[in-house]
């Protein structure tokens, strides 16, 4: 079966020198994932979590790519503290940042791929992109695509770090968690294999 390439996002990319960013939002609290673990046998391991305070770990990710270079990955994180009148999302100051910032570093255009999520559909987010237009260019995904989306492959691998993890509290779990994210930062192969699990390719067809 041939492989699917990213239609319009790819020409695009290839016309101008640009880099493919893909992204997508996390979220962990305190109760850990369950993973397999090792024990006695007829006794299954149980992971005790205190259940004092609360809070959640907000992520929002980009996978960028482009042909011939190294995949990129750009994250921000949100720590949430269940405090009165508190954001419990991802902002459009947010997505904002860290769209300027993978541009920043990148020194190239950027082809944002993301789906229609009502924070990135909102009057200040349309706002913000049509005053970049010299280097953003959005691209939105199908309704319901987790499965196109690479960022996915970052989240799952973020997430099996976290299998029967006690943090102790919320802030405990977003440096567990950014120190996750900073692993993937150091493997551009990884970051490239996220792209690969999707069977999408950068690379343009014919037209």
């Known amino acids: 079966m041939a492989r699917r390439d ?29 993973a397999r673990t090792w024990g006695r046998r007829g006794h299954t391991p149980v992971v005790r979590v205190s259940g004092k305070g609360s809070g959640r770990v907000s992520v929002a990710g980009l996978v960028c790519l482009r042909p011939g270079a190294r995949g990129r990955l750009f994250y921000r994180v949100r720590v949430h503290r269940g405090r009165k009148g508190e954001r419990r999302s991802m902002s459009e100051a947010d997505y904002a940042g860290l769209i300027a910032a993978a541009h920043s570093q990148l020194h190239a255009p950027v082809i944002l791929i993301w789906d229609n999520l009502n924070t990135h559909i909102s009057a200040v987010m349309r706002t913000f992109i049509r005053a970049h237009p010299d280097w953003l260019t959005e691209i939105r995904l199908p309704g319901y695509a987790p499965d196109l989306n690479p960022v996915e492959g970052a989240w799952a691998n973020m997430k099996n770090g976290l299998g029967n993890l006690m943090a102790r509290d919320v802030d405990q779990l977003a440096a567990i968690i950014k120190n996750r994210l900073k692993r993937i930062q150091y493997r551009p192969e990884l970051i490239g294999g996220f792209l690969a699990q999707t069977g999408l390719t950068p690379e343009p067809g014919p037209p």
């Open 6 to 34: 990213l239609g319009e996002g790819t020409r695009l990319a290839a016309a101008a020198g640009a880099w493919l960013c893909f992204e997508d939002e996390a979220g962990q609290n305190l109760r850990p994932p369950r």
